[in-house]
């Protein structure tokens, strides 16, 4: 008889990282229910593309999560995440402070608007967005903010929304016109003018200076 193969397993990804004290306050609030047996915290993104990251956190019965949701147990406690989410969620952080509550730290950036009659794949997109990546972005960095490049027409008019500290921001306007908008004509040759397209209404915890 041939010995047996060695099993391997294989690490399953925990998506977001859940710090011990929120790990600590989301046991507490899922025992306070009745059913809490049965119940895991699912996260979801519910903003719009291209819109700054708006998380939902509710308690919901796991075995309930539907087919195409992601489950994983993070030291016993279940956390379900929408499909759509994941890799928008990758590399996230899930905090707690007395102070400051639930927080998450997400280091990755919105996805684009779709807009019917923009351009985003050719090689006049691929100067856009390595001069946002690599001077525009940076300098909005220190506000706490970023811009994402959406496409662009064939007029010279390039679309984007601004996200971060800058969505919401009284001088966020002031800041794309003046700043974006000048070093994207500057650098890009065939652009000629920037189209804030960031509804600016709903930003919350703005920057001021």
Same mark, same amino acid.
């Given at each position: 008889?041939?010995?047996?193969?060695?099993?391997?397993?294989? +690490? #399953?990804?925990?998506?977001?990282?859940?710090?011990?004290?929120?790990?600590?306050?989301?046991?507490? $609030?899922?025992?306070? +229910?009745?059913?809490? &047996?049965?119940?895991?915290?699912? =996260?979801?993104?519910?903003?719009?593309?291209?819109?700054? /990251?708006?998380?939902? =956190?509710?308690?919901?019965? /796991?075995?309930?999560?539907?087919?195409?949701?992601?489950?994983?147990?993070?030291?016993?406690?279940?956390?379900?995440?929408? &499909?759509?989410? #994941?890799?928008?969620?990758?590399? &996230?952080?899930?905090?707690?402070?007395?102070?400051?509550?639930?927080?998450? !730290?997400? %280091?990755?950036?919105?996805?684009? %608007?779709?807009?019917?009659?923009?351009?985003?794949?050719?090689?006049?997109?691929?100067?856009? +967005?390595?001069?946002?990546?690599?001077?525009?972005?940076? &300098?909005?960095?220190?506000?706490?903010? /970023?811009?994402? /490049?959406?496409?662009?027409?064939?007029?010279?008019?390039?679309?984007?929304?601004?996200?971060?500290?800058?969505?919401?921001?009284?001088?966020?306007? #002031?800041?794309?016109?003046?700043?974006?908008?000048?070093? $994207?004509?500057?650098?890009? @040759?065939?652009?000629?003018?920037? !189209?804030?397209?960031?509804?600016?209404?709903?930003? @919350?915890?703005?920057?001021? !200076?």
């Amino acid at each position: 008889m041939s010995p047996l193969a060695p099993q391997t397993t294989t +690490e #399953v990804s925990t998506i977001i990282t859940i710090t011990d004290d929120a790990l600590a306050e989301l046991v507490k $609030l899922r025992d306070s +229910e009745e059913d809490a &047996a049965s119940l895991g915290l699912r =996260l979801e993104i519910v903003s719009g593309p291209g819109e700054d /990251f708006k998380y939902d =956190l509710s308690l919901d019965e /796991f075995r309930k999560a539907a087919f195409t949701d992601e489950v994983r147990t993070h030291s016993g406690m279940k956390v379900i995440i929408p &499909a759509k989410d #994941v890799e928008l969620l990758e590399g &996230a952080i899930l905090d707690y402070s007395s102070t400051g509550g639930l927080v998450i !730290r997400n %280091p990755n950036k919105p996805s684009v %608007p779709m807009i019917e009659g923009l351009v985003n794949d050719d090689a006049l997109s691929a100067e856009i +967005e390595a001069i946002i990546a690599t001077e525009v972005n940076p &300098a909005l960095a220190a506000h706490g903010g /970023f811009v994402t /490049f959406a496409g662009h027409d064939e007029a010279g008019t390039a679309y984007l929304t601004m996200g971060g500290g800058c969505h919401g921001c009284s001088m966020s306007k #002031v800041t794309m016109l003046e700043g974006v908008q000048t070093t $994207l004509v500057e650098k890009v @040759e065939g652009i000629q003018r920037v !189209r804030d397209m960031t509804d600016h209404q709903s930003g @919350e915890n703005p920057f001021y !200076r």
